[in-house]
């Protein structure tokens, strides 16, 4: 097994930001349970949170905690209205799959 | 220690979120989100971060995911079902999935100088303290804003999500 640096370079934070948001993008295209895909829109929320911190860590500012505070404040709306969404979806249509909810499509 | 620290918990991170995508049950994805939010608020305190990884552990893993759980319990989502195949995407999307994320890392190996590290203890402006303070002061009007906007939000969740009074 290779030895440990000592310390972790910056750029492995914006790595695994990164591929936490691919992960989310997967999640998003590839899913079809619409709880499942609002929970990768939360994943790539979250993955872009990191990226602020890591940024705010390099710049040695505590502007980029501010800037993911007020994401923390907006997804937790999101997540209740979103959720109030899919609550009256399926209420209407007794389905979470999102291939069932095309009365948009004809 | 803090290459360890880093190691274990974007571990944890990168595999709850792969598990995230290829779990076929709501509830596991759910599981699995709430171990993602939990390892990037220990990331969060490596890079100093004490308030927001606090507030990352009570209101993401904390509130949000006790809502989504409560929905998929309420609305008892089951395995989700392939209605409809997609080849393409099959194909063609995890290719360039892997295309973006291999972009992306490139160019941040790129731009970053060689021996820019993360060292614990370094950033010391992450404290509740420097947080409120620029809140209250730089950052007042947009937290102002942000107040109503919860206000619509509550409004919002509770007329959709009412029973229908005749």
């Given at each position: 097994m290779p030895a440990l640096p000592a310390a972790v370079p910056l750029s492995w934070y914006l790595t695994l930001s990164a591929f936490l948001f691919v992960l989310g993008v997967a999640g998003f295209l590839f899913r079809r349970n619409i709880i499942t895909v609002f929970m990768s829109i939360e994943l790539m929320l979250n993955a872009v949170n990191l990226t602020f911190i890591t940024f705010s860590y390099k710049l040695q500012q505590v502007d980029g905690h501010i800037f993911s505070f007020f994401v923390m404040v907006v997804a937790a709306a999101e997540a209740a209205v979103g959720l109030a969404i899919i609550l009256t979806v399926f209420k209407n249509r007794q389905t979470l799959e999102i291939d069932e909810l095309d009365s948009l499509k004809n | 220690m803090d290459a360890l620290l880093f190691m274990i918990f974007a571990a944890i991170a990168a595999v709850c979120g792969i598990n995230l995508v290829i779990q076929k049950h709501a509830i596991s994805s759910a599981l699995s989100l709430v171990g993602v939010m939990a390892a990037l608020a220990a990331l969060y305190l490596l890079l100093g971060g004490e308030f927001i990884a606090a507030a990352q552990l009570v209101v993401y893993a904390g509130a949000i995911m006790v809502l989504f759980v409560f929905v998929i319990m309420l609305l008892n989502a089951g395995v989700e079902r392939t209605t409809r195949r997609r080849p393409w995407a099959q194909y063609a999307g995890v290719p360039l999935l892997l295309v973006l994320f291999g972009t992306v890392a490139l160019l941040v190996q790129e731009i970053s100088p060689a021996g820019d590290n993360v060292i614990f203890g370094?950033?010391?402006?992450?404290t509740p303290l420097d947080v409120g303070r620029a809140l209250f002061t730089t950052y007042l009007l947009p937290f102002e804003v942000t107040s109503v906007l919860i206000l619509i939000a509550i409004l919002g969740a509770i007329v959709l999500a009412r029973k229908e009074i005749d």
């Open positions: - | 370094e950033f010391t402006k992450g």
